[in-house]
């Protein structure tokens, strides 16, 4: 399937580079609908990869490239549930988004995510599985996870780990302030900026000089030196499962969701 | 270093000129979610926008609550 057009992504092969575009309004939250289609995309990743060298992520929607995951969803489909049973719906979720997000991190191919705007929770961390991330100059990032009471559940933390010093990566997650590109660039985690709306095109640019190289020697060099932490990614699941039975992140997720005043994107 | 009144200047500046307000029609107290009519998405374009101006960092927690340009220019002051 070297082509598809869902509800919440599509994809085309051009050049040798795989686009995937997510274009779920508002802000490309990810709920039960865009994982499916995600593991659609998975599934279809190695017949892709075969006639492919590159793949870039990317949003069409000016809000930003994704504001992570779908609370709304996630209230709303917890609601009336024993607190057993909606753990238990949660865990299925996660085990799920890791597998796409494992499957990701692991592609044969060099990934590239071209972000812009909101890039936030697990819209940030599915820009983490990419080998490269260019951010246009009006992106945005940041982990609000803690304000629920709840911790990055997409991979976050491990993966941030692995690309980033320790003392960064605990004041993101412990104040869940939200950062501009140039500090993004400054400690690691962003390689390239792009003008405002220019994001894909330098995306397009890196895809293609990548693909003049031999595939196979990218493949081993970018196993070398990108390796998938899967201890600390099951263990992830397991802390954000015990923190999300507690009665403190329905009452978080409850404020969230039902927040009506003007910043609720400002945690 | 720049005044407080000349950094309050420029975050009116910038405010009008990219949300196409004209410049007369804002003042230093006026709550900048309604006279420039955004929305919270908007408010962290704004935010971004203007660390780029003043080439500094300013943490989203120290404006909750902020929603004059007077008290987001003293906030950018202490940073500069």
Not at chain 1, 56 to 70: N, V
Not at chain 1, 97 to 125: K, R
Not at chain 1, 167 to 186: E, I, P, W, Y
Request: with cysteine.
């Amino acid at each position: 399937m070297n082509e598809f057009k869902g509800q919440a992504i599509s994809w085309h092969v051009v050049n040798g580079a795989i686009e995937l575009a997510l274009h779920r309004e508002p802000c490309n939250e990810i709920g039960s609908g865009t994982l499916e289609e995600l593991e659609t995309f998975a599934g279809a990743l190695p017949e892709l990869a075969r006639e492919a060298h590159a793949l870039i992520i990317h949003s069409t929607l000016k809000a930003g490239f994704s504001a992570g995951a779908d609370l709304r969803e996630l209230y709303e489909g917890s609601q009336g549930m024993e607190k057993s049973e909606a753990v238990r719906g949660v865990r299925e979720f996660l085990r799920r988004i890791h597998g796409v997000m494992n499957t990701l991190d692991a592609a044969p191919l060099t990934t590239i995510a071209a972000v812009h705007g909101v890039t936030f929770g697990g819209g940030f961390e599915l820009a983490l599985v990419c080998d490269i991330i260019i951010a246009d100059r009006m992106a945005r990032f940041c982990f609000p996870e803690l304000r629920l009471g709840l911790i990055p559940g997409f991979g976050g933390i491990p993966r941030l780990k692995r690309d980033l010093g320790n003392a960064v990566v605990r004041d993101l997650l412990l104040t869940g302030r939200s950062f501009n590109v140039m500090k993004a660039q400054q400690i690691g985690l962003v390689s390239q900026i792009a003008a405002e709306g220019e994001a894909l095109r330098v995306a397009r640019a890196t895809a293609s000089q990548v693909g003049k190289f031999d595939r196979r020697t990218a493949i081993a060099a970018k196993q070398f030196m990108k390796p998938i932490p899967y201890e600390e990614l099951k263990r992830e699941i397991e802390i954000f499962c015990e923190l999300f039975s507690r009665p403190a992140v329905e009452e978080g997720l409850r404020k969230f969701v039902e927040n009506e005043g003007l910043q609720p994107y400002l945690p | 270093m720049p005044t407080t009144d000349h950094t309050l200047d420029e975050v009116l500046n910038l405010a009008a000129a990219h949300f196409k307000v004209p410049r007369e029609k804002l003042t230093p107290d006026d709550d900048f979610f309604k006279t420039l009519g955004i929305d919270s998405l908007q408010a962290l374009d704004l935010l971004t926008r203007l660390e780029h101006h003043f080439r500094i960092e300013l943490p989203d927690y120290e404006l909750q609550g902020v929603s004059d340009f007077r008290t987001l220019a003293s906030r950018i002051q202490a940073r500069l």
